[in-house]
């Protein structure tokens, strides 16, 4: 196997639902040989885009900060894997960031205007998320649906393909993670 695989957890809560499936994922994948980071965003110094669109002539952010490495872990990676947990049916602001800051280093602009993917079709990504709305509500209301769907058009849009999703829907009061849940994480990890 012996793929790179970045794993970005875009919470502050550091032992947190996503924070766990994050790290029950990561861990299985490396148990199958896989060379495995993760990333805390929280622990880095992201600014805050400034649509200056110097990335998109460029192909780099003109802030200074840690975007450069991120991005250069994120690009380089066999997989990417997104951690996030679902706030007012999407991302938090972190993550949503991130992908602000990311355009110009995953997507080009053509001379007519229309957007073009910089990643491999051969990158994967797999997303994980957490909402505090129980199923079937999470789906009917568009929150974990939502989030994933933030997630998935920056993913989309770079030329990455999907490998896999999981979410964790009801977690408001929960104790711990379903058995059901967490071997599903575990697998995708393992299938890496």
Do not use: H
């Not at 009917?140 to 393909?161: H, N, P, Y």
């Amino acid at each position: 196997m012996d793929k790179k695989i970045v794993g970005i957890l875009g919470s502050f809560k550091k032992d947190g639902n996503v924070a766990i499936m994050l790290q029950e994922l990561l861990k299985s994948a490396e148990e199958s040989g896989n060379n495995v980071k993760q990333i805390n965003l929280c622990d880095l110094n992201l600014e805050y885009c400034r649509a200056c669109m110097y990335c998109r002539q460029n192909g780099r952010c003109i802030l200074n900060d840690d975007l450069d490495s991120l991005a250069g872990e994120i690009i380089k990676a066999d997989v990417v894997v997104l951690a996030a947990p679902t706030y007012w049916a999407n991302v938090p602001a972190i993550v949503k960031n991130l992908f602000d800051r990311m355009a110009g280093y995953v997507m080009q602009t053509k001379k007519n205007g229309i957007p073009a993917p910089k990643c491999s079709k051969n990158q994967q990504y797999i997303l994980l998320t957490a909402c505090s709305t129980p199923f079937p509500l999470n789906i009917v209301c568009g929150q974990s649906t939502g989030s994933l769907r933030a997630m998935t058009e920056f993913f989309k849009l770079s030329g990455m393909s999907k490998k896999a999703s999981v979410v964790l829907p009801g977690t408001l009061g929960m104790k711990s993670r379903p058995d059901k849940v967490m071997d599903k994480v575990k697998e995708i990890g393992k299938s890496i």
